[in-house]
């Protein structure tokens, strides 16, 4: 069954690093999602991805973040300078069309220290 | 905010009995999903329901949605002990986003 695949599952930077998570989506998906889970806090929408561009952002998602799709496959999330409380599971999800089932992967845990 | 509310916040039942979550949200919607989360691991997506859509079956899962009282309830039947998970409803207003509710902390009892 295909599957949305996310890369590293742990990743561990030091605060003011760059940090890139990495996203594969199911190949004939066309919306891409990251969402974030603050440990022991609800999942929050951080941005929305269609057609080559963000279609919605939400509050969270400021200047520190970017997303990209720099090929045919991969989805990436980049946080330019990190900070302690961005410490959370990142989770990216892709979905077939707008208004669909939107299937997840298994998260990046991502730990600022 | 148009988020989804579960209730209740932590459920505990012996294996073989039904578990009923409930969800409540403020906004109109598209669509409603559920999706469920095992400790630490990713979101399984369960069920998705439409705005205009009242019941909807997927094996042992049940789920309604009262687009009048704005609330949805997720029924898992015959519960077994790998069931044991977080439930989270998401509400999708057509902004190509979820919003996801605070979870059900279900645990199944062998």
Not at chain 1, 79 to 102: H, N, P, V, W
Not at chain 2, 35 to 56: A, M, P, T, W
């Amino acid at each position: 069954e295909p599957e949305v695949t996310q890369t590293p599952s742990h990743q561990v930077t030091q605060m003011g690093q760059e940090v890139i998570l990495r996203c594969v989506p199911i190949s004939n998906h066309l919306y891409f999602y990251w969402y974030r889970q603050i440990l022991g806090q609800k999942v929050e929408f951080l941005v929305s991805f269609y057609n080559n561009e963000i279609s919605e952002k939400s509050e969270i998602f400021d200047d520190q973040f970017s997303v990209e799709r720099p090929d045919g496959s991969n989805f990436t999330l980049k946080i330019r300078s990190t900070k302690l409380e961005d410490s959370a599971m990142y989770f990216c999800a892709s979905s077939e069309a707008g208004e669909q089932e939107a299937f997840f992967g298994q998260g990046t845990r991502l730990t600022v220290v | 905010s148009q988020q989804g509310e579960e209730d209740p916040q932590a459920l505990s039942i012996q294996e073989g009995e039904n578990a009923t979550m409930n969800c409540s949200y403020k906004t109109s919607i598209n669509n409603l999903q559920w999706y469920r989360q095992n400790s630490g691991r990713g979101l399984v997506h369960l069920i998705l329901i439409r705005s205009n859509e009242r019941e909807k079956h997927s094996g042992r899962l049940r789920v309604t949605l009262d687009t009048s009282k704005k609330s949805s309830s997720l029924l898992i039947t015959a519960s077994r002990a790998a069931d044991t998970a977080s439930y989270f409803c998401a509400t999708d207003a057509g902004a190509n986003n979820l919003f996801f509710g605070t979870g059900t902390r279900l645990t199944v009892i062998p």
